[in-house]
Nanobody
Framework: QVQLVESGGGSVQIGGSLTLTCAVS????????MSWYRQGTGNERERVAS???????HYEDSMKGRIAISRDNGNSTLYLRMYHLTPEATGVYFC??????????WGRGTLVTVSS
């Protein structure tokens, strides 16, 4: 059974940094494209960054320049380094395959709050 467990969120001040971690189990992690998604209050979940098994990266415009996605295929772990954070980055962050694993519940996500 595929499981996605996000961690690393927290409350930071404007300009601060965080590194999010996603541990994936029960799936061929090294063979799939993975993404980080953000869900703001009352908003739909949106993809912010993607990375292929070989490390080809794509960032959506919304957070480009303030995040860096990476992966450790040996440990089935996905990372999102966030820096120079602004309040617009506030939200719950999730990880998932691209497209999402069919029939697999999303993880609980990890909350990032950026304030002054």
């Amino acid at each position: 059974q595929v499981q996605l467990v996000e961690s690393g969120g927290g409350s930071v001040q404007i300009g601060g940094s965080l590194t999010l971690t996603c541990a994936v189990s029960g799936a061929p992690f090294s063979d799939v494209n993975m993404s980080w998604y953000r869900q703001g209050t009352g908003n739909e979940r949106e993809r912010v960054a993607s990375i292929s098994p070989s490390g080809i990266i794509h960032y959506e415009d919304s957070m480009k320049g303030r995040i860096a996605i990476s992966r450790d295929n040996g440990n089935s772990t996905l990372y999102l380094r966030m820096y120079h954070l602004t309040p617009e980055a506030t939200g719950v962050y999730f990880c998932n395959k691209v497209p999402p694993f069919p029939g697999v519940p999303w993880g609980r996500g990890t909350l990032v709050t950026v304030s002054s």
